[in-house]
Structures are given as structure tokens and as C-alpha cells.
């Protein structure tokens, strides 16, 4: 049973491009949360996606957007990138909260 | 916003030794969960704590839930080179549908 797939792992950006991140979750669950994870900082949540609906969202600038699949995989888009975006980008799924988060690996992104 | 702040920000202790992190939120809490994140990983769930005064053990970990269900303790005994990591708790208010993650303790072993 694979669990939280994200993809990619790694990639570069510069200041102004657009980037979208993908998350395939566990097997099983149907709600999808994206956290970003400066580095030395705890996880920053960003939004929920349950339904294909965004259910929550947290502190982050419509910058940020994201969808969900009736899969339940989910993708996360930033545009107009800053250096400041520069964070790991985490996947968490659950089946239907509040219950244990599953995350992925996370793709790291460096915004230069 | 709701916050949650951990204490200590670092700690070093030798192999064997205790330890203990310890996690403070601002509003109070429907749920909160404990989870490890070693070095170049990701975070791992540990244990779930829902109940006011609600403590668990796993071999020689301990988790406690407050009263008042604003705070939470992690306390591992003789510690291993395998407890490295950074430990952070994740609070949750019912309704809000989202975790809010505490500021971690890192954890350093000594061999």
C-alpha cells in the first residue's frame, strides 16, 4: 500500500515563475492539506482540500492556490514566486480529520 | 491567530539521559497529536491525545494531555541515539479542520 507520494522532490525556481506541486495521497483517504515548512520551523498550514472543495485555508496570499482531483490527489500552485517561498512544500492526508496526518516526502523548492 | 509554542527551542543531552519538550497553546484544544521528524525527513505521527488529563505511554515515551487541554508534555526516558529528531505537537480545535504545528524541539543524542 504506498502511502503519500508528493512530486517532484526538488526543484528551482526564480523570482516571478509559477510552480505547481503534486500530492497523490494515502490509499483510503479523502482530504488532502499542504503545509510549508521553512527551514529550523515547525509546518506552516496553507489549505484543505476535502470534496474537491478548499475546506480551510491558512495565513498564505491568494498566491497560493490549489486543486483537488476526484481522485482526491491534489496539486498546489504558486505564482509570482518569492525568495521568501523558498520552504519544503508538505502533503498531508487524513481521512476526514481529526484524525493522524500522513505526509509525503515533500518537494523542496528554492526560489532564487 | 491560535498559536502553539514548544519549549526548549534546542536540547542536547548525553546518551541515557531524560528528556523532555513541552507544548503550550493559546486557545483550547479539541485534540492534540505528537509527531518526530529526523533529520532531512518528514514529520511522522507519534500518538494522539484527546481526553483532559489523558496520559499514554509507548516503551519509554510519555504523553500527557493538560487539564485544561491548552497544554501537552513529551517526555522520553534514557534516551537512544535513535531519539534524534525534531518532536512537535500539532493542536487541533474542532470546526477549524486544520492542525496548527508547534515551533519543535530539536533533539540532539551524545554517545
Same mark, same amino acid.
Given at each position: 500500500?504506498?502511502?503519500?507520494?508528493?512530486?517532484? $522532490?526538488?526543484?528551482?525556481?526564480?523570482?516571478?515563475?509559477?510552480? $505547481?506541486?503534486?500530492?497523490?495521497?494515502?490509499?483510503?483517504?479523502? $482530504?488532502?492539506?499542504?503545509?510549508?515548512?521553512?527551514?529550523?520551523?515547525?509546518?506552516?498550514?496553507?489549505?484543505?482540500?476535502?470534496?474537491?472543495?478548499?475546506?480551510?485555508?491558512?495565513?498564505?496570499?491568494?498566491?497560493?492556490?490549489?486543486?483537488?482531483?476526484?481522485?482526491?490527489?491534489?496539486?498546489?500552485?504558486?505564482?509570482?514566486?518569492?525568495?521568501?517561498?523558498?520552504?519544503?512544500?508538505?502533503?498531508?492526508?487524513?481521512?476526514?480529520?481529526?484524525?493522524?496526518?500522513?505526509?509525503?516526502?515533500?518537494?523542496?523548492? $528554492?526560489?532564487? | 491567530?491560535?498559536? %502553539?509554542?514548544?519549549?526548549?527551542?534546542?536540547?542536547?543531552?548525553?546518551?541515557?539521559?531524560?528528556?523532555?519538550?513541552?507544548?503550550?497553546?493559546?486557545?483550547?484544544?479539541?485534540?492534540?497529536?505528537?509527531?518526530?521528524?529526523?533529520?532531512?525527513?518528514?514529520?511522522?505521527?507519534?500518538?494522539?491525545? %484527546?481526553?483532559?488529563?489523558?496520559?499514554?505511554?509507548?516503551?519509554?515515551?510519555?504523553?500527557?494531555?493538560?487539564?485544561?487541554?491548552?497544554?501537552?508534555?513529551?517526555?522520553?526516558?534514557?534516551?537512544?541515539?535513535?531519539? %534524534?529528531?525534531?518532536?512537535?505537537?500539532?493542536?487541533?480545535?474542532?470546526?477549524?479542520?486544520?492542525?496548527?504545528?508547534?515551533?519543535?524541539?530539536?533533539?540532539?543524542?551524545?554517545?
Amino acid at each position: 500500500d504506498a502511502g503519500v507520494t508528493q512530486s517532484p $522532490t526538488h526543484l528551482i525556481k526564480t523570482r516571478g515563475q509559477q510552480v $505547481t506541486l503534486r500530492c497523490s495521497p494515502k490509499s483510503g483517504h479523502d $482530504t488532502v492539506s499542504w503545509y510549508q515548512q521553512a527551514l529550523g520551523q515547525g509546518p506552516q498550514f496553507i489549505f484543505q482540500y476535502y470534496e474537491e472543495e478548499e475546506r480551510q485555508r491558512g495565513n498564505f496570499p491568494d498566491r497560493f492556490s490549489g486543486h483537488q482531483f476526484p481522485n482526491y490527489s491534489s496539486e498546489l500552485n504558486v505564482n509570482a514566486l518569492l525568495l521568501g517561498d523558498s520552504a519544503l512544500y508538505l502533503c498531508a492526508s487524513s481521512f476526514r480529520p481529526p484524525g493522524e496526518l500522513f505526509f509525503g516526502e515533500g518537494s523542496r523548492l $528554492t526560489v532564487l | 491567530g491560535q498559536q %502553539v509554542m514548544q519549549i526548549p527551542q534546542y536540547q542536547h543531552v548525553q546518551e541515557g539521559e531524560d528528556f523532555t519538550t513541552y507544548c503550550n497553546s493559546s486557545t483550547t484544544l479539541s485534540n492534540i497529536q505528537w509527531y518526530k521528524q529526523r533529520p532531512g525527513g518528514h514529520p511522522v505521527f507519534l500518538i494522539q491525545l %484527546v481526553k483532559s488529563g489523558e496520559v499514554k505511554k509507548q516503551k519509554r515515551l510519555t504523553f500527557q494531555f493538560g487539564e485544561a487541554k491548552k497544554n501537552s508534555s513529551l517526555h522520553i526516558t534514557a534516551t537512544q541515539t535513535t531519539d %534524534v529528531g525534531t518532536y512537535f505537537c500539532a493542536g487541533y480545535t474542532s470546526g477549524t479542520y486544520k492542525y496548527i504545528f508547534g515551533t519543535g524541539t530539536r533533539l540532539k543524542v551524545l554517545a
